[in-house]
């Protein structure tokens, strides 16, 4: 009887969760504000006690999940539509780099040495300093950066060059399922698709892992079957 009664807290709190998740607003795992961080970890001792001990009444802990994420919820919104409150419960975007200059008050602040804002540039592919203009570090403690100007790759704009549109690409077939809708979004068919891939040697739909089109037509190809000479490890 406690089995079935945990797996039904496990499904009901999974449950629970998934929908307050969605319902407050998506975040990335890893660069979450403070206080959704704090939030976590109460969320996960809350409901880690609820599934591990099937006599734990299971209501209180429901209601402690809603009033957390409630409490979360409540305090974003709140952080949004003042920024005066935001920046005494959080931890606000400061300049830690101005005009190629460590501000050093600022490093001290956040408790960021020079050792730790060189490996933060290191992880955005930059070795030399002399390179940075700007260098921010955000609410999630990452380090946003912006290149000096001789620095910054050259774009088309730069050189006055014109460019075409370039859209999203669409899936035509994914695990040999072929997507219908894509299709007739495009005014292809079947028919058409069949022909594109015996141009890569595959005959028929279930042969073919992940196909693709995008804007300029071009179709990408990956077969079901894999290479004989498959890379399994990187030495």
Do not use: C, H
């Not at 949004?80 to 920046?87: Q, V, Y």
């Amino acid at each position: 009887m406690d089995y079935l009664k945990i797996t039904f807290r496990v499904f009901f709190i999974m449950g629970l969760l998934l929908f307050l998740v969605l319902t407050t607003g998506r975040r990335k795992i890893g660069e979450l504000p403070v206080f959704d961080f704090l939030a976590i970890i109460i969320l996960g001792n809350v409901v880690g006690a609820d599934i591990a001990d099937p006599k734990v009444p299971q209501l209180p802990t429901a209601y402690a999940i809603l009033l957390i994420v409630g409490i979360q919820y409540l305090l974003s919104r709140y952080t949004i539509k003042s920024r005066k409150f935001g920046r005494k419960v959080t931890f606000s975007p400061t300049v830690v780099i101005q005009n190629g200059q460590f501000i050093k008050s600022n490093m001290k602040k956040l408790k960021y040495s020079v050792d730790n804002i060189q490996m933060y540039l290191r992880e955005k592919g930059i070795f030399d300093i002399n390179e940075v203009e700007f260098a921010i570090v955000e609410d999630s403690g990452n380090v946003s950066v912006m290149k000096k100007s001789q620095f910054q790759p050259l774009t088309p704009y730069d050189m006055n060059i014109t460019t075409n549109y370039k859209g999203i690409s669409l899936p035509l077939i994914i695990d040999g399922s072929v997507y219908e809708n894509n299709l007739t979004k495009l005014n292809l068919d079947k028919v058409w698709l069949q022909a594109q891939l015996k141009l890569n040697a595959i005959t028929s739909f279930d042969e073919a892992f992940y196909v693709d089109i995008n804007t300029q037509g071009k179709l990408y190809v990956s077969k079901v079957a894999e290479p004989k000479d498959i890379i399994r490890d990187f030495v």
